[in-house]
């Protein structure tokens, strides 16, 4: 077991400048605790709050932190069971709660806003098994409410909160059982064919959803190698400007590949932005790209993606042979500024560094966190939590 840290708030780690907007990160803690951190105003002043594994920290500063729930940090070499973290009004009280997405194969749960009053929050179990390491909370039915997409009993589909949110939420299968396991890679939620319903991307294809789910539960598959082993989150979006939509993803969670696949007239070309081989000349280079987020950073309108290197997705042994290729390189944040080419497969991808020693987790969170109208990228890892503040000159 590595020696446990304590330091709560450590000061700015760097300043990078980038296209039109400038980053400073700020370390919360380098504690292990969960794969994923996000933001939501826990105390209602008016201010985002960061949530990361059993704790919360009050915003603007960010020094200020509470307990959600009793937890000793994780041994980096190992796994957290906390991947996945949301910050919904569950019980629809006025108050944040914290929905957590555990290890894969586990069960999710969440934790209820004590609404202002001292003590741990407490917990509700709501789906038994959460398959995949790359689930959603999202609104995949289109009635305004989120659900968590995910797969469980081998099939594809989502879990949908009761009527009481503190009970089990049923499991609706968009797919038969395709035998899908605990650890597939891979998963996004996107309309990928235009007809403004949301479909779901995997990295066999994609699964269509029809007009009416009540006479056709099971959507229809479109097979396509999106990436070998799978990636990490998936995104359906026209990224060449042509008016179809194209699709954006990792190739591998624990090795290299970053591609954009354009389709034109149902078919699909891959466009590599770093190809799947260690050996690959593109620039930046890293590996374990286990997690993306989506947002429109320079405020050109058009939604960029940020991802980078999950720190030590599979840990190196002690005497540091082991690991993934690539285990010992910096845990690179960057963000890929999306160009269209207004033309078919004309796009271009310009990577800019946020940071060089922070990485991603299973889940990185682009979000504004400081209300000055720029995203900002909340981390948790098993380097800790950090928040890169961006700021457009």
Known sequence: MLPIRTSLVLASLAVSASADVTWKTQRLTDEFHAEG?????????????????????????LEKRHSIYESQPFDPRGYSKNFFNYTPDLNKDGWADVLVLGFPGDVSYWFENPKGADGLWKRHDIFKVTDNESPHWTDITGDGKPEIVCSTAGAFGYASPSEDPTAE???????????????????????????????????????EQPADTRTNPEWKFHEQPFSGPGGAQMFAQDLDGDGDQDVFTSLAAHGYGLAWFEQNDGKW?????????????????????????????????????????????????????????????????????????????????????IHNDSGVGTQVTAVDVDGNGVPDVVVGNKKGCFVSFGTRN
Request: charged share 30%; net charge negative.
């Open 37 to 61: 951190a996000a933001a939501g105003d826990f105390n209602k002043d008016g201010k985002m709050d960061i949530v990361y594994g059993p704790y919360w920290w009050e915003g603007p500063t």
């Open 169 to 207: 939420w049923p499991f609706t299968k968009v797919t038969g059982d395709i035998k899908l396991q605990r650890f597939t890679h891979g998963l996004g939620v996107g309309d990928v064919n235009g007809d403004k319903r949301p479909d779901v991307l995997e990295k066999n294809g994609w699964w």
């Open 269 to 353: 070309t891959r466009h590599d932005l770093m190809g799947d081989s260690k050996d690959d000349p593109a620039k930046p280079r890293f590996s374990e790209i286990h997690a993306i987020d989506n947002a429109d950073f320079n405020g050109d309108g058009i939604r960029d993606f940020v991802t980078g290197k999950r720190f030590w997705s599979h840990a190196p042994r002690p005497d540091g042979t082991g690991g993934e290729d690539g285990t010992h390189d910096p845990a690179v944040l960057y963000w890929y500024e999306v160009k269209p080419g207004k033309a078919s497969g004309k796009a271009e991808f310009i990577p800019h560094l």
